[in-house]
């Protein structure tokens, strides 16, 4: 049976929704091997409505993990490849000069699409890196003046190279404050590794999802009622504090020179209550902000030179404040 028709009469319903989009893991399971932290961290954005950034060495699946996302929420995706002759009308799209009715008609860009994979962002030239900031911010892009609205839900998951930083142009912080979260793709552990090449000798086609049996088992309904219901999960005063000083520490920390803006408080706060429903409460707990800490906060600090010499990375930083701020009983 198809579980999109299956959940037909019950897309509003936001018991039906969180069993679905749990399903995602299973579902993307079968294309991407032991990836479940990022799948969940894509899972958040969705339903923060925020986007995400990819860090990851070349061929651990971060494409592939884009696409198994989109063919199991049954939403359309399209894919970018950043390089340093790409134009911001390449991305957003332009006008285009139509010779029989002599007038110029809109050619929309890729970046109409409800999961945009900016394909290594920073090879590209600030100027079209900058293109996609309306685009993330405002969910439309405006042409000689006219405002476009992009499709909903609409996700930017762009991903970046950790290793080679030759002929690339990093993004400054104001545009890295833009993502909701960074998340790390790791290579795979041994026997992950095992089953991935137990796959391909067995003709898994990455190019084939279909084939190797990927399904939507939720859509943009599912989605809704999950964001729904996301939005009345309770925060208590102590949790919105746990969180203030979770960040206002980052700003104080001898180890950084840019601490967390409140913009990234915001992202820390909407992220935990994603993760509080995703995991069955209606309520938000110390250890919901904890687990969304690293991927909402670790690309919104600068090291110092000297730390940064010394080995100090933002994670280990996040992770001391986390030992040290006072968790609400």
């Not at 860090?55 to 651990?60: D, L, N």
């Not at 790390?184 to 279909?210: K, M, W, Y």
Request: hydrophobic share 40%; aromatic share 4%.
């Amino acid at each position: 049976m198809d579980p999109t028709t299956d959940n037909a009469g019950n897309a509003g319903d936001p018991g039906t929704a969180r069993d679905a989009l749990e399903a995602l893991r299973a579902e993307i399971a079968k294309a991407v091997v032991g990836q479940d932290p990022a799948v969940t961290g894509l899972v958040v954005a969705l339903l923060c409505r925020g986007h995400v950034l990819l860090e990851g060495v070349p061929g651990v699946a971060k494409t592939l993990l884009v696409r198994a996302l989109a063919s199991a929420l049954e939403l359309d995706t399209k894919r970018v490849q950043f390089t340093p002759d790409l134009m911001p009308s390449d991305v957003t799209g332009s006008l285009v000069y139509d010779t029989r009715s002599a007038e110029f008609s809109f050619q929309p860009g890729p970046v109409f699409t409800n999961l945009l994979l900016a394909d290594e962002i920073n090879r590209t030239p600030p100027k079209t890196q900058s293109s996609l900031l309306e685009a993330m911010e405002e969910r439309q892009v405006t042409v000689d003046g006219t405002p476009r609205p992009l499709p909903d839900p609409f996700l930017v998951a762009a991903t970046q190279n950790p290793v080679e930083y030759e002929g690339t142009y990093p993004l400054p912080e104001a545009q890295l404050d833009r993502f909701l979260l960074k998340l790390t793709i790791p290579l795979p552990s041994r026997q992950d590794e095992i089953d991935v090449l137990t796959r391909h000798a067995e003709g898994f086609n990455p190019r084939d999802l279909h084939a190797a049996g990927v399904r939507p088992v939720a859509g943009p309904a599912d989605l809704e009622a999950a964001r729904a219901a996301v939005a009345k999960t309770t925060v208590s005063p102590e949790i919105t504090a746990y969180v203030v000083d979770i960040c206002r520490a980052t700003r104080e920390s001898p180890s950084l020179t840019l601490g967390v803006s409140p913009r990234g408080a915001t992202a820390l706060l909407a992220t935990a209550r994603a993760w509080a429903w995703l995991t069955g409460r209606d309520y938000v707990i110390p250890d919901d902000v904890k687990a969304l800490a690293l991927p909402t906060l670790r690309h919104r600090v600068q090291l110092r030179p000297e730390a940064e010499m010394e080995g100090v990375t933002a994670d280990s930083v996040i992770n001391a404040i986390l030992a040290h701020v006072p968790v609400p009983r």
